[in-house]
Nanobody
């Protein structure tokens, strides 16, 4: 059974940092593209950062470029999202996802497996 388990969310002040982790069970991460998506209240889910199976980063949302970094550790079967200089508009539920095609596109329809999400709240 495939499971993706996110952690690391929480409440942070504007300008602060968080690192989200996504532990993957039941599949070998090496062969999958990975993505981080988020959904804010009243908004559609959007792609934040995506990476191909060969570790090429394919997408950062314009709103996070220069502040967020996606990475993976295949030996640990874990995906990360380092988030710096957080803003209130980054508040959302963040999801990690795995894509068996390996392409890592920002379209969530490509992704086969999803985590349950972790809440990130940026507020003073």
């Amino acid at each position: 059974q495939v499971q993706l388990v996110e952690s690391g969310g929480g409440l942070v002040h504007p300008g602060g940092s968080l690192r989200l982790s996504c532990a993957v069970f039941g599949l070998t991460l090496d062969y999958y593209a990975i993505g981080w998506f988020r959904q804010a209240p009243g908004k559609e889910r959007e792609g934040v950062a995506c990476m191909r199976s060969d570790d090429v980063i394919t997408h950062y949302a314009d709103s996070v470029k220069g502040r967020f970094t996606i990475s993976r550790d295949n030996a640990k079967n874990t995906v990360y999202l380092q988030m710096n200089s957080l803003k209130p508009e980054d508040t959302a539920v963040y999801y990690c996802a795995a894509d068996s095609s390996g392409w890592g596109l920002a379209d969530e329809r490509w992704y086969d497996y999803w985590g349950q999400g972790t809440q990130v709240t940026v507020s003073s």
